[in-house]
Nanobody, 124 residues
Framework: QVQLVESGGGLVQAGDSLRLSCTAS????????MAWFRQAPGKEREFVAA????????YYADSMKGRFTISRDNAKNTVYLQMNSLKPEDTAVYYC?????????????????WGQGTQVTVSS
């Protein structure tokens, strides 16, 4: 059974940085794409970034490029999302997702496995 557990969220001020973690368990993820999504109150879930576990190839939503970095630590079975220069509009619940995919997909419906989410709140 796949389990994804996010951590690292919190309350920060605009301009600060945060690093989110997603620890995966339950199977070998070498053929998986791991992704981060976020959902603000009253809005749809939004793609943030994705990484192919085996090669480490990455893919970002255009609006996230330059400020957010996705990475993984194979030994720890953990995917990270480093977020810099945070803005109040980055406030959302951030979710980790996983699926065995041949490419990168922005749609949340492409991912079968989800964590419980971690809240990020950025004050102005």
């Amino acid at each position: 059974q796949v389990q994804l557990v996010e951590s690292g969220g919190g309350l920060v001020q605009a301009g600060d940085s945060l690093r989110l973690s997603c620890t995966a368990s339950g199977r070998t993820f070498s053929s998986y794409v791991m992704a981060w999504f976020r959902q603000a109150p009253g809005k749809e879930r939004e793609f943030v970034a994705a990484i192919r576990w085996s090669e480490g190839n990455t893919y970002y939503a255009d609006s996230m490029k330059g400020r957010f970095t996705i990475s993984r630590d194979n030994a720890k079975n953990t995917v990270y999302l480093q977020m810099n220069s945070l803005k109040p509009e980055d406030t959302a619940v951030y979710y980790c997702a996983a699926e065995m995919l041949s490419g990168f997909f922005r749609s949340s419906s492409a991912y079968a496995y989800w964590g419980q989410g971690t809240q990020v709140t950025v004050s102005s």
